[in-house]
């Protein structure tokens, strides 16, 4: 690091567990850019003043993650559209008089898929969850065009908020006994766990996989050296799986471009979040 080095970094509380400091300052090493990429573990409480201090101090790019990226979003002196429709930033991008907001989680998922030949024009998507980042996720796939977006949530009215601010008439809500429903199952393309259930005890109710199509793609957004039980279950009945690796290296190198106008050498990130989870 020199004096010359520009300062970019993750607010989060918890972030010590965050994998985006190796996958950006890699990032950054090869694309040649003189840039350090740092955790910041800040509690909601002092969200609005380290804001403050980070921009006065000359940081040049934020990420924030859980549980901030709402709170964020309001501390913004402008928000892009992908952020204002969902009310949620991931990405701070530096402007003279503060913080710019959007939000690339919703379509890192979107090229994630694409990665997996995916494309979700016209296609019947099931996501479980109504949180922060099915709120992202949803409004992406309102605007790459699906044919049917069904929210379910352990909350349904939740759900129902989210689907009623998609503004779309083929957006429904549910609540979780949807997954057992076979009629709804067969006709889906793509089913994304949002939910932040985990390995342990609090489970998603079973999905009926007998009664989905061969062709289904499962996505979850947790991603970890195990899979989750969502899918794990998935991988048993056969259907095609993937985690939600491909979808945080996809919002990180859209907001490497965000901060650098540069392409991301999303190779290398990938090579360096691979490293970083089989170390962690
Ligand atoms: P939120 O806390 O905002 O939302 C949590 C969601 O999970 C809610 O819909 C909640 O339902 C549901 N939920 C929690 N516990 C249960 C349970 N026991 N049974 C059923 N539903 C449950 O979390 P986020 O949206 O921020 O994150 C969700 C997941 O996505 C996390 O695992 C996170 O790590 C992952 N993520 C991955 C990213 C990536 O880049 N791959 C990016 C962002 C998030 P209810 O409304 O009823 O409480």
């Not at 350090?36 to 940081?59: D, M, Q």
Request: proline share 5%; hydrophobic share 45%.
């Amino acid at each position: 690091m020199r004096g010359t080095t520009r300062v970019y970094g993750i607010l989060g509380d918890p972030v010590s567990h965050s994998l985006s400091p190796a996958m950006q300052n890699a990032a950054f090493a090869a694309a040649g850019i003189d840039g350090a990429y740092v955790p910041f573990p800040v509690a909601a409480s002092g969200l609005a003043a380290t804001l403050a201090g980070l921009h006065a101090a000359g940081v040049a790019g934020l990420n924030v993650t859980v549980p901030h990226k709402e709170a964020a979003a309001r501390l913004c002196v402008s928000l892009r559209p992908r952020a204002r429709a969902c009310g949620a930033a991931n990405t701070l991008i530096r402007s003279p008089k503060g913080w710019v907001g959007d939000n690339t989680d919703g379509a890192g998922l979107l090229a994630a898929l694409a990665e997996q030949r995916f494309a979700p024009r016209g296609k019947n998507v099931l996501l479980i969850g109504a949180g922060g980042s099915a709120r992202s996720v949803a409004h992406a796939f309102a605007r790459a065009g699906v044919a049917l977006l069904l929210v379910a949530n352990r909350t349904p009215e939740r759900a129902a908020e989210l689907a009623a601010g998609l503004r779309r008439r083929d957006a429904y809500a549910a609540d979780l006994r949807v997954l057992a429903n076979p009629d709804v199952l067969a006709g889906l393309d793509l089913i994304v766990n949002s939910t932040s259930t985990t390995l342990g005890g609090d489970a998603l109710p079973a999905i009926d996989y007998a009664a989905t199509s061969p062709t289904l793609l499962c996505c979850d957004l947790m991603y970890g050296k195990k899979p989750s039980r969502f899918l794990a279950q998935a991988r048993r009945a056969g259907r095609r799986t993937m985690d939600g690796s491909g979808m945080l290296l996809h919002q990180g190198a859209l907001a490497f471009t965000l901060w650098t106008g540069k392409k991301a050498p999303v190779a290398v990130m990938r090579r360096a979040l691979r490293k970083a989870t089989t170390a962690g």
